[in-house]
């Protein structure tokens, strides 16, 4: 079983289009993050969700809103694409609660492509 | 603010000789540190973490690193290179709460050649 999950893994795209990436973590974690991906491989974060509540909401366009529907999901919603949001983008998990060091679980990115 | 510098943008080593790969960071607190690498294509994944006692932390895949508090690094090292190895390895440092974000560095590419 896959613990974070990301769909879709590859979206391409035309500008001005509004588009999703869906997450899910299977690990019982209660926090949640979108990381972004450039093309020199820098990674931000972008948000972060503690039992669905944002606690980390970065300098990101309004463009980007993220929704977390429960602490396992975390959803990622595009509006107006521009052809600088062609990324990846990570979707991350972390327990920060009780004894666990607060590591980061990543899925396997969505490779997003503006055109 | 918290930061993570990884000075080398590539490190180049024969297979079987040890290798390095450089991190310094800066932080407000205790430090937690972390080795992630990612490998073509795919996501992130966790190597190994310092967060209290022992300076030398042992991870997967035989990789170590050191703990050094006076000059702010984290390097991660391995006595025997692999071709296997080849990948992008980040650095990463964190004050633990649920409103301190994981801060990376720009990422290190490391080349072991047969």
């Known amino acids: 079983d896959t613990a974070v999950s990301q769909t879709p893994k590859y979206l391409v795209t035309q500008m001005g289009n509004d588009k999703s990436i869906k997450c899910e973590q299977n690990l019982g974690h209660d926090t949640m993050y979108w990381y972004k991906q450039d093309s020199k491989k820098f990674l931000k974060i972008m948000f972060s969700?503690?039992?669905?509540?944002?606690?980390i909401n970065e300098t990101v366009p309004n463009r980007f809103s993220p929704k977390s529907p429960d602490k396992a999901h975390l959803n990622l919603h595009i509006n107006s694409l521009e052809l600088g949001d062609s990324a990846v983008y990570f979707c991350?998990?972390?327990?920060?609660?009780?004894?666990?060091?607060?590591?980061?679980?990543f899925g396997e990115g969505s490779r997003l492509t503006v055109l | 603010a918290q930061s993570v510098a990884q000075p080398e943008d590539q490190v180049n080593v024969a297979e079987g000789n040890p290798l390095t790969v450089k991190c310094t960071y800066s932080?407000?607190?205790?430090?937690?540190l972390f080795w992630y690498v990612q490998y073509p294509n795919r996501g992130l994944q966790f190597l190994l973490k310092?967060?209290?006692?022992?300076?030398l932390v042992k991870g997967s895949y035989g990789f170590e690193a050191e703990f050094n508090k006076s000059q702010t690094s984290f390097h991660l090292k391995k006595p025997s290179a692999l071709v296997s190895d080849s990948a992008l390895y980040f650095c990463?440092?964190?004050?633990?709460?649920?409103?301190?974000?994981?801060?990376f560095g720009g990422g290190t590419r490391l080349m072991v050649k047969p």
């Open positions: 969700y503690n039992n669905k509540e944002l606690i």
């Open positions: 990463a440092v964190r004050v633990r709460n649920a409103g301190n974000m994981l801060t």
């Open positions: 991350a998990s972390s327990q920060e609660t009780g004894s666990n060091t607060g590591e980061l679980f």
């Open positions: 932080v407000s607190g205790n430090p937690y």
């Open positions: 310092y967060i209290t006692g022992d300076n």
